[in-house]
């Protein structure tokens, strides 16, 4: 998506050769014309799939998962990753490795929000080294609801996300992917 | 706001006679059409206030700050409430009793997105004590940028959050207030 790239480019800040912040348009201050445009572009992409519901991650999933919902006219469900009072009994769980934090955490979803029936399409920011989607793709499994695609705003191509995704079958789409950091210069697929 | 009514009192939990977990559509499962009509309806209370900027706070405050965002075309900033790697090194900060965890947390806004010259309208889920919404109205006054309005989805009218907070010459608008509840039922005003 070049109105993304550009973007990225122009306000991304590379720390490490590793870690790129984007907190003046997705992270922190939230950019919600340009996320209009992701949602519309993710619609485009996943049009054909009869999604019932948007699946991510508290807390910088939701603003992308919740512009995108319109699009989809389906309600999103994000999984809750903080301590939360009053939960529910039964919930679905998974933990995820954080690389960036140097820890496990464990990801939750009440029980009564995920259906056998429901066609999941995933959202969330970024794709590093798949921890989240794959944490997101075994909470649907316990659910048996049946995820359709997965839909990722940068993907850090460098750091094999993708190939360290569970499903190879599924259709992941990245609407920026980087290709390889070098000397503080981001490099697009 | 009569549908916002409806559903509290057709799919909320009332724990407690003090907490009312409205997980089904507000601060789990989003459903994301209702969540359209509050942002029309805060766009229409808010509508001559010039706003610059939509200010909240993670985690609950983000899907109703972003969809109401697209009616005043001005983006969103979270203030950040759990640890940040790499946040910034000039930041506005402010301490937030939570009376539901029984703990104080410290809220961030990274210096960079908020300017003397914004007009800022606070978003949030809930107003129960008024905890969350003087640390962001403290978050503004630090950057010297105007708060013009409070805009809350839910009033727990029976906690006097109204009263505690600090601007009382600021409109306060809350979409549903609860003004009691009695044996597990709920009591609009």
Do not use: W
């Not at 048996?144 to 850090?156: D, F, M, S, Y």
Request: proline letters at 1%; aromatic letters at 8%; hydrophobic letters at 45%.
């Amino acid at each position: 998506m070049q109105i993304l790239q550009e973007k990225i480019r122009r306000y991304g800040q590379v720390i490490d050769n590793r870690i790129i912040k984007v907190d003046s348009f997705l992270n922190h201050q939230l950019d919600i014309e340009l996320f209009n445009e992701m949602g519309k572009e993710f619609k485009k992409r996943f049009k054909d799939k009869k999604i019932t519901k948007i699946l991510t991650l508290e807390s910088s999933g939701i603003a992308i998962a919740c512009i995108t919902a319109q699009y989809f006219h389906v309600p999103v469900i994000f999984a809750k990753k903080h301590e939360a009072a009053n939960l529910a009994l039964h919930t679905y769980q998974a933990e995820v490795y954080s690389f960036t934090k140097g820890k496990t955490y464990k990801i939750r979803v009440a029980g009564e929000y995920l259906q056998i029936q429901d066609r999941i399409l995933i959202i969330d920011d970024f794709l590093a080294h798949g921890q989240a989607v794959n944490g997101l793709l075994e909470i649907a499994e316990q659910a048996g609801a049946e995820v359709v695609g997965i839909g990722i705003v940068i993907e850090k191509g460098f750091q094999k996300g993708r190939e360290k995704i569970k499903r190879a079958d599924l259709q992941l789409e990245s609407l920026a992917i980087i290709e390889a950091i070098q000397d503080g210069k981001i490099i697009f697929k």
